[in-house]
Antibody, heavy 121, light 110 residues
Framework: EVQQVESGGGLVQPGGSLRLSCATS????????MNWVRQAPGKGLEWVSF????????YYADSVKGRFTISRDNAKNSLYLQMNSLRAEDTAVYYC??????????????WGKGTTVTVSS | EIVLTQSPGTLSLSPGARATLSCRAS???????LAWYQQKPGQAPRLLIY???SRATGIPDRFSGSGSGTDFTLTISRLEPEDVAVYYC???????????FGQGTKVEIK
């Protein structure tokens, strides 16, 4: 069974840091590109960051560029998101999502249950 | 950057009714470059449709996608109580690279 389990969320003060993890199982992790997607309370979905299978290609949304760092450890089948200089507007549920490709279209076919990040003093 | 606009904001229908959800792109995104997701209350999103009209694994055939260019539609042919959810459309852009979502359509049962 394909599984993705996020962890590492919590309450952090503005300006603080947090590292999220996404442990995967049931598929060949190194063969897949991965995304982080977040959802602020009562709001819609917002893409955060992308990493290719070999970590050679990385993208960030403008809202997190320069503050967040995505990485992966294919030996541990795990995805990470290092979040620095956190702001109140980063408060959200953070999901890891597996990226699949259909011709040249990229979509997300497997999602974890998410981990909650709250930035507040 | 391409913006996706979904309508209506909320759809309230009776069980067994046909639900039609719209997703409009601010620019032509071609014929297959759209996905639909379902998010039930308190749950993670689930992929329903990719490539504009291809159903994901395990998705009932009452869900169907159509459209091309700037106008796309998700249709639920016979609404069931378990279809209560927010539905999002999504596209992938290359310049700049990234994923964008519509703001969502909430489906309720009368």
């Amino acid at each position: 069974e394909v599984q993705q389990v996020e962890s590492g969320g919590g309450l952090v003060q503005p300006g603080g840091s947090l590292r999220l993890s996404c442990a995967t199982s049931g598929f060949a992790f190194s063969n897949y590109q991965m995304n982080w997607v977040r959802q602020a309370p009562g709001k819609g979905l917002e893409w955060v960051s992308f990493i290719s299978g070999s970590s050679s290609t990385i993208y960030y949304a403008d809202s997190v560029k320069g503050r967040f760092t995505i990485s992966r450890d294919n030996a541990k089948n795990s995805l990470y998101l290092q979040m620095n200089s956190l702001r109140a507007e980063d408060t959200a549920v953070y999901y890891c999502a597996r990226v699949e490709t259909y011709y040249s279209f990229y979509y997300m076919d497997v999602w974890g249950k998410g981990t909650t990040v709250t930035v507040s003093s | 950057e391409i913006v996706l606009t979904q309508s209506p904001g909320t759809l309230s229908l009776s069980p067994g009714a046909r639900a039609t959800l719209s997703c409009r792109a601010s620019q032509n995104i071609g014929g297959i470059y759209l996905a639909w997701y379902q998010q039930k209350p308190g749950q993670a999103p689930r992929l329903l449709i990719y490539g504009a009209y291809s159903r994901a694994t395990g998705i009932p055939d009452r869900f169907s996608g159509s459209g091309s260019g700037t106008d796309f539609t998700l249709t639920i042919s016979r609404l069931e109580p378990e279809d209560v959810a927010v539905y999002y459309c999504q596209q992938y852009g290359r310049s700049p690279p990234g994923w964008t979502f519509g703001q969502g359509t909430k489906v309720e049962i009368k």
